[in-house]
């Protein structure tokens, strides 16, 4: 049995999204899982260690205040509340801010660090921001602490006649600096 569930998942408050989860999960050992694990092990050995969740079509979201900052959509997701990591796959990350624009990220798999609030994305990483901006990487890092996009890998970044490459980035969100680092080199593109 396959099933398909949306979690509005709220960063703030951490209680709200612990027990949105823990819900999402029993939710998933009662419907989906049950007859299975009926089968392999008592019911009180169940309430003890949840079994991942697995999810589709799977809505993370983040407030900061009243407004939202982050929304992260999933195509699947599987959620070990044991480990507290949530594993995603089609993931894409939102940051919004009504002044100066989205910046978007996406890749085919994600993992979410469901105490820290971060996120890690790899398997081929494109982001996009204001006036035309694409930048691409093989994983990064979202550091909600500080709120910035790292990469420690190469990076390639496109402006609208400019490319540029580096060995690694941080995009810092509060004041939208990028500042690439390691050995950067930068082309012209005729127009």
């Known amino acids: 049995m396959e099933l398909r569930a949306v979690c509005f998942l709220l960063v703030y408050p951490r209680r709200a999204r612990a027990g949105c989860l823990a819900a999402l999960a029993a939710a998933c050992v009662s419907a989906a899982c049950s007859s299975e694990l009926d089968a392999l092990a008592p019911r009180r050995e169940i309430a003890k260690g949840l079994p991942p969740a697995e999810l589709q079509g799977v809505i993370f979201e983040g407030y900061r205040g009243e407004q939202r900052e982050l929304k992260v959509t999933a195509d699947a997701a599987t959620i070990d509340m044991i480990g507290r990591i949530a594993d995603l796959a089609g993931v894409t ?77 941080t995009l810092g969100l509060e004041e939208r600096r990028l500042r690439l680092v390691g050995k950067v080199e930068a082309r012209v593109v005729p127009r």
Do not use: C, H, W
């Not at 801010?97 to 660090?113: H, K, M, N």
């Not at 996009?149 to 980035?169: F, H, I, Q, Y």
């Open 93 to 169: 990350l939102r940051f919004s801010e009504d002044s100066r624009g989205q910046i978007e990220v996406a890749a085919p798999t994600g993992e979410l660090e469901l105490d820290r609030d971060d996120f890690v994305l790899s398997g081929g990483v494109v982001g996009s921001a204001q006036a035309g901006e694409r930048f691409t990487t093989d994983s990064v890092t979202y550091v909600a602490k500080t709120r910035e996009l790292v990469s420690k890998s190469p990076v390639r970044l496109e402006r609208t006649n400019l490319e540029l490459r580096a060995d690694g980035m």
